[in-house]
């Protein structure tokens, strides 16, 4: 087996690769291809808003998800995930530029919205956590079908896109951080 050839990065620089990462799934083009691939429908700009909403925090749930698996060190990676929630909160308001830690964390409205997501991870993590005869990613893909078309769609095809679509995610965002070594 070959080391890995690995680049050092601060944990800011880390937090923005994440986000780069997440946001290169949320392109409007990304989002358009995604919800013909899982057969949502968008025929509005309301419909695009809602699977746009949803991949937001689906995408930030596999990013922490990863990181949760990736990196060992529980102080490391939650100054990471603190940094790269932070950078999402920012873009939640349309800021352009990072808030500073010491006015974001006084900002009632940042604990509201991670208050907000808090419920729909813990949502994510318990269907992760459900023994499945096929895999607990049958049962992630139902909540987020649930969460999507508000019910549990019975098309295996769309069951089995969700699957694969999040396995990809967790599997080749895993395989790019081990090429970092985070201070």
């Known amino acids: ?3 890995i050839q ?3 990065v601060s944990r800011e620089q880390f937090a923005g690769l994440l986000d780069y990462w997440l946001w290169g799934f949320l392109s409007e083009k990304a989002v358009k291809e995604t919800a013909k691939d899982f057969g949502f429908r968008i025929g509005s700009n309301n419909a ?3 699977i746009f909403d949803e991949l937001v925090i689906f995408n930030m749930w596999l990013i922490v998800y990863t990181c949760e698996s990736v990196f060992e060190d529980e102080d490391k990676r939650s100054d990471i995930l603190n940094i790269f929630h932070h950078l999402q909160y920012g873009r939640y308001l ?3 530029e990072p808030i500073p830690l010491d ?3 006084k900002d009632k409205r940042y604990g509201d919205w991670m208050m907000s997501i808090a419920p729909r991870y813990a949502e994510y993590d318990k ?3 459900t023994e499945h005869p096929q895999t607990p990613l049958w049962v992630v893909a139902d909540v987020f079908n649930k969460r999507l078309f508000g019910e549990i769609q019975k098309d295996l095809g769309r069951q089995t896109k969700v699957i694969v679509y999040q396995g990809l995610f967790v599997k080749h965002l895993g395989e790019a951080l081990r090429h970092y070594d985070v201070d």
């Open 1 to 3: 087996m070959t080391d």
């Open 48 to 50: 695009f808003t809602k």
């Open 103 to 105: 006015i974001l964390y």
């Open 127 to 129: 269907a992760r956590k």
């Open 6 to 8: 690995k680049t050092r």
């Open 94 to 96: 349309g800021k352009p």
